[in-house]
């Protein structure tokens, strides 16, 4: 089933089987040149399978956009110890709903992804650690991964090829952290998801302390056709430094909310007026959150511009997990700061004092505003210990959660204020700070 | 190892060895980073954030906990941009902090308190309700109060990684975190305390110590436990002669800042109300109170009157008391009364470990042995029961120097958690289990081995035999039961050896009785013990014998005695003792019970009573100690080291011991965790603790807790 109608400007490499019937078999991968890849990777040395993912300037579509290729070399393979791929399948980032779909229509995809993958570095064993909540997809991804080694896709001395793979899924238990990779891997080796103290980076000391590739399922989906295409062709779809296309979910104040495969580097306007058929109900665009919940808000007047890694870290912004979060002018940004902070403190792993505290505090300061019972010092105290969590917790979660909020307040400052005008409270502070307000 | 690096620190140039962290770095060279997550020797958490500082070239704050220091790194660990950081941390710390420090108990010594001293912001801005969550109490003796808690992680990595007991978890996430008992709603660990002494802030309290005192109102008397043989220095927090706390928190040392749940509650008998406080006679068949002036006229006359009568007379020592008690007592025995019946309970065959190695020097293992040997052999023992340091010992060297632990043992120790090689053997066939090892053992660049009381006698010899054939460096450890059981045979409390294990006969001394001898002579005139019980599972032969006894407790040998003296604890008295590894430590007066008196005094008391004190010299700790080192051999140790509080080791006697070690007179009386002879019984808290836990390696698979 198709969640959303394909657009026209749409170009179809990842999403190339979304709505062919019986889209997840063996038989329908393979007649669509399915494995063609992995068939060319055999014949291929490990360095010039990396040179094609480095050609390609596949970056990595989990938020950091991290250069695929060169994480692989990362990878010392000739450790002796075994190596692992993982595929982060976590999918938490508020506004983005894209691995989902790529392993509902096309699990073999990823399969094939992370075969090449393991055929670089040498593994032979996969996991696919999915969201608590994605329960389904685990159906889907067992059914095709016992489907691909019945047809000899996984297994021992595959198709002849002398390369021995295989792969098993993997449930997270709803924690939005498990999909940081460190505190994934933990999770996945059975322990309390928190992060690691990094260096050492999983390519190095991964699952079980033994080398891993770590990525996202995007981005093993992008191997393949990679592959197919050849590197420089696949990078050609998007700009420089930025190749490739991407899918993008569009939610929010938007006529046709939906997930598109757009190449890397399209404007932001015209996926919002052309793509998603314009903000809902012909009202002004307000703000933007380009790329999942964590990266700072873009003002309309910001939203010219390319969507690609470099272009939003230029806007202070980031291109994240492709999450496109449409806000019209009728849109409380106080109310939006304060659903942001909501998931963060309630999300916050609790392993590190200033994002422990920081997202609570903060979460009861923005509640207690946008219950109409804020003070004059309010937006500058929000800004203020915001800043102060930025770049001092232990895993990005914490930026995760200050980043928004400073660009909230500093971008609407205006709407606090108007929120603090009209409190009660608001000139409280002057007659005695102390007085406790509410939970 | 590679060369060191230079690098600066506040404008100070320091060379350090390559890959050290950064904060120990600065702390070496006087420079503090304040931290509560980072503890040396655990693993890294991270979590606290308070450890900032700024490293040249870096975008960002850098954690001085987990940074490795590097080449020409430029650090500033107290710039505004730090301090700000660091206030910032306290204020979000301090968010959900219940600021009960007037009535904490670690108000005074608390590490947040001193943090927000120095960096802490003067007021706050926090005007919401703080989350709050009940205290709770985990198990008799540990209590956990959720919103005073920092969530460090010290507890969980200290009692998992330290402790090898993993009974602590986190439980919960974001503000709602905390602390929790593994898989349960309470402990049933080893209690050991470990995890209330290195929290930072007050969220972790004892049952003794909880609301009872402020720490500056406390004497802190250093002294050493007076329970097991592994004699761990211990800081008595002492108020009006009452013992309100046992730690170590200054790691000062053979332990550091081990103590198990002994050494940290079990101080509790020494204010027990069955402590004896007046000397009692025997009237009309009833021991009833009596002045020390009749008790002590009433046993010298006695004992005088069967000296001169020639009767027997049997002494038994202890192995709870001092070194200089223990000596006194053997040089009236031997010297007074001219007899060599004098014996202790012994626990384990130090005579014939020390005849096999006789000649070698460095066969001994100190402490510091256990902690850093290349590898480490159990025998017959289950440490973390009975030998709670030397258990710790051996765990840390494994974690820190990843050392090889071998056991053989009967069933399930804690060792197996980190043990490289491992036998099961059934009782007494311990011999059979070393050769299985053999091959990996001889494969080891050094070998200690801790052997308990299953060998003895000729084993002893066969192990030691065995030892040599592996062809590298040996030392040994003889365990034996409790704190002074090794200075007891030192002092020659037995018939066969004089101090420093001068054979006997060979002095031109007569023979003299062993307990046993002691108890089947139906012709014993006198029995006198101190700090001993011989009669707790033996009658003795000679109904008409007149029994003199020194103790803390009314015990067996007590209840038939004639004449009994209240004696001070080891606690409430100086002098010195002997630890398993033959490391002589100062203990320290911390506390007085009213109408008891040191042993050593009443030895004293009763020379003097006997008109013989000329013979025995003065009763003053000091005095005797002076003379023990001039007479025993091996205890010309160094002066200063003992009396500041170290160690030092004694020196083996250098030439062989020809005497028959009995094998039958040794055993060991299997104290666990929670028993602790006579005085265990009288300890309320370790009776309150349930019988059979702190064995939590029996029960499941512990998986290691890690996180770095
Ligand atoms: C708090 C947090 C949550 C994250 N959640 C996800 C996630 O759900 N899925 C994902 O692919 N990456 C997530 N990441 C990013 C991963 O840490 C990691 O960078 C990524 O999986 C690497 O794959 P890539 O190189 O293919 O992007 C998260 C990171 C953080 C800090
Ligand atoms: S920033 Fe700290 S508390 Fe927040 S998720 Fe990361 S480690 Fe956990
Ligand atoms: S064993 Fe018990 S008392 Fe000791 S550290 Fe662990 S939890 Fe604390
Ligand atoms: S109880 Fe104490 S040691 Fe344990 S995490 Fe909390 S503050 Fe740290
Ligand atoms: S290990 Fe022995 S000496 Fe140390 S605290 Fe425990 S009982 Fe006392
Ligand atoms: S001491 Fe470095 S983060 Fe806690």
Redesign the pocket.
């Known amino acids: 089933m198709l969640y959303n109608e394909p657009s026209p400007l749409e170009t179809k490499v990842l999403t190339r089987l979304f709505g062919v019937p019986n889209s997840t078999s063996v038989e329908t991968y393979v007649a669509h040149e399915g494995f063609v890849a992995f068939r060319k990777a055999v014949t291929m040395t490990p360095e010039a399978i990396i040179d094609e993912v480095k050609k390609s300037n596949l970056r990595g579509r989990g938020g950091a956009g991290f250069p695929t290729g060169m994480k692989w070399s990362f990878v010392p393979r000739n450790s002796p110890k075994p190596k692992y791929i993982v595929v982060n399948a976590d999918e938490s980032e508020p506004g983005t709903c894209k691995d989902r779909l790529l392993i509902e229509h096309d699990p073999m995809q990823l399969i094939e992804g992370m075969m090449i993958a393991g055929l670089v570095v040498g593994a032979k064993r996969g996991y696919i650690y999915l969201r608590g909540e994605y329960r389904y997809l685990i159906d889907i991804l067992d059914k095709a991964i016992a489907e691909a080694r019945a047809a000899g896709w996984l297994g021992e001395n595959i198709q002849g090829t002398g390369f021995d793979f295989d792969c098993y899924t993997h449930s997270g238990a709803g924690a939005y952290e498990c999909g940081e990779e460190s505190a994934l891997l933990e999770s996945l080796e059975g322990k309390r998801g928190v992060p690691r103290i990094r260096p050492p980076f999983p390519a190095v000391a991964g699952l079980y302390r033994c080398p891993t590739v770590l990525n996202n399922v995007e981005t093993y989906c992008s191997v393949p056709s990679i592959l197919r295409m050849g590197g420089e062709a696949w990078a050609n779809l998007g700009t420089p430094r930025n190749g490739g296309t991407r899918l993008f979910c569009l939610s929010g104040h938007i006529n046709k909310p939906g997930v598109y495969e757009l190449p890397m580097g399209f404007n932001l306007l015209r996926m919002i007026e052309e793509v998603g058929g314009g903000v809902r109900g012909g009202r002004k665009l307000k703000a933007v959150i380009p790329g999942g919940s964590s990266c700072p808000v873009l003002t309309a007047a910001e939203c010219d511009l390319p969507m690609d890694f470099d272009s939003l870290k230029n806007a202070k912004s980031m291109l994240g997990s492709g999450g496109v979060v449409v806000m019209d002018e009728t849109t409380d940004m106080v109310k939006v700061a304060l659903r942001i902070m909501k998931f963060y403190q309630h999300e916050s792993c609790g392993w590190c004092i200033p994002c422990r505290e920081g997202t609570a505090w903060l979460k009861k300061i923005l509640t207690r505003v946008y219950d109409g019972m804020g003070q004059n010092e309010d937006p500058a105290l929000v800004h203020e210990l915001a800043t102060n969590m930025l770049g001092r917790t232990f895993c990005p979660l914490g930026d995760a959660a200050a980043m928004p909020t400073i660009s909230i307040v500093e971008k609407f400052r205006d709407e606090f204020e108007a929120y603090v005008r009209r409190s009660p409270m608001a000139n409280l502070a002057d007659i005695d700070k102390r007085i406790p307000v509410r939970a | 190892m590679a060369d060191p690096v230079k690098l600066t620190i506040n404008g100070v140039a320091v060379e350090a060895p390559q890959g050290k962290l950064l904060i120990e770095v600065a702390r070496s060279m006087g420079t503090d980073i304040p931290s509560f997550c980072y503890y040396e020797g655990y693993s890294q958490a991270a979590a606290c954030r308070m450890c900032l500082v700024e490293i040249e070239g870096m975008p960002k704050l850098m954690t001085a906990c987990t940074q490795p220091v590097s080449e020409g790194m430029v650090v500033r660990t107290e710039t505004p941009q730090v301090a700000e950081a660091r206030k910032s941390m306290l204020e979000f710390v301090l968010t959900n902090h219940p600021l009960d420090c007037p009535v904490c108990d670690k108000g005074g010594e608390c590490e947040l308190q001193d943090a927000t001293m120095r960096y802490g912001a003067g007021e706050g801005r926090f005007l919401e309700m703080k989350f709050h969550h009940e205290e709770r109490q985990w198990s008799p003796v540990v209590y956990y109060d959720p919103a005073r808690c920092i969530l460090c992680f010290r507890c969980v990595r200290v009692c998992g990684e330290g402790l090898g007991a993993y009974a602590l978890g986190v439980s919960e996430r974001a503000v709602g975190e905390e602390i929790v008992p593994n898989g349960s709603d309470h402990l049933d660990c080893d209690e050991c305390g470990l995890c209330i002494d290195i929290c930072p802030v007050g969220a972790l309290t004892s049952d003794s110590y909880r609301y009872q005192a402020r720490p500056w109102e406390m004497n802190h008397v250093g002294t ?9 220095k ?1 800081t008595l927090g002492v108020r009006n002669d009452r013992i309100l706390r046992g730690n170590n928190r200054d790691r000062s040392g053979i ?1 550091g800042e ?7 509650y ?1 101080f509790d008998f020494n204010e027990s109300d069955e402590r004896l406080t007046t000397p009692m006679i025997r009237s009309n068949g009833e021991l009833r109170p009596a002045s020390w002036s009749d008790a002590l006229r009433f046993a010298a006359g006695k004992l005088k009157q069967v000296k001169e009568a020639g009767g027997k007379i049997g002494v038994v020592g202890s192995t709870r008391i001092t070194n200089e008690e223990n000596f006194y007592l053997q040089k009236f025995a031997r010297e007074v009364l001219g007899t060599n019946s004098i014996d202790h309970q012994r626990s384990g065959d130090v005579v014939t470990l020390l005849d096999a190695l006789a000649g070698r020097s460095g066969a001994l293992a100190t402490t510091e042995d256990l902690y850093t040997a290349k590898a480490v052999l159990v025998i017959g023992s289950d440490l973390a029961q009975q ?3 030397v258990a ?1 010992q051996i765990r840390t060297n494994w974690r820190h120097h990843e050392s090889h632990t071998y056991t053989i043992t009967q069933g399930p120790v804690r060792e197996d958690l980190h043990s490289f090689a491992r036998v099961r053997v059934e009782p007494g066939r311990e011999m059979e289990g070393l050769e299985t090892l053999r091959e990996k053992l001889a494969a080891e660049p050094e070998l200690l081995i801790v052997f308990g009381d299953a060998v003895k006698g000729e084993k002893v010899r066969e192990l030691v035999a065995f030892g040599d054939s592996l062809g590298i460096p040996v030392k040994y450890v003889c365990l034996v039961d409790t ?1 002074n059981a090794r200075g007891a045979m030192d002092m020659g409390l037995m018939p066969e050896l004089l101090p420093g294990y001068r054979v006997a006969k060979d002095a031109g001394q007569p023979d003299g009785m062993t307990i046993p001898e002691m108890l089947a002579a139906r012709d014993l005139s006198v029995l006198w013990s101190v700090g001993a019980d011989p009669l707790a599972d033996g009658a003795l032969a000679s109904e008409g014998a007149f029994v003199i006894v020194q103790d803390l407790f009314l015990t067996d040998t007590a209840r038939r005695a004639d004449v009994v003296f209240p004696s001070a604890s080891l606690y409430e008295k100086s002098g010195t003792v002997t630890n398993v590894c033959g490391e002589v430590q100062r203990v320290k007066r911390a506390a007085q019970t009213m109408g008891a008196k040191a042993d050593l005094e009443i030895i004293g008391l009763l020379a003097k009573e006997m008109g013989v004190a000329p013979v025995m010299g003065p009763w003053m700790t000091d005095k005797v100690f002076a003379e023990l080192m001039r007479t025993v051999p091996g205890y010309n140790i160094s002066l200063p080291v003992v009396t500041t509080g170290g160690a030092a080791q004694t020196l083996p006697p250098g030439h062989r011991i020809p005497v028959q070690s009995d094998p039958a007179l040794i055993r060991s009386v299997g104290d666990t965790l929670y028993t ?1 002879g006579t005085l265990g019984k009288y300890s309320k808290k370790l009776n309150s603790l349930m019988e059979g836990p702190g064995k939590l390696y029996e029960e499941r698979t512990v998986r290691e807790w890690t996180h770095a």
């Open positions: 050493i436990c007076t329970h097991c043989s592994n004699g761990c211990t332990n081990f103590l198990c749940v002994k050494g940290r079990a030998h709670p340091l710790w704190v602790s």
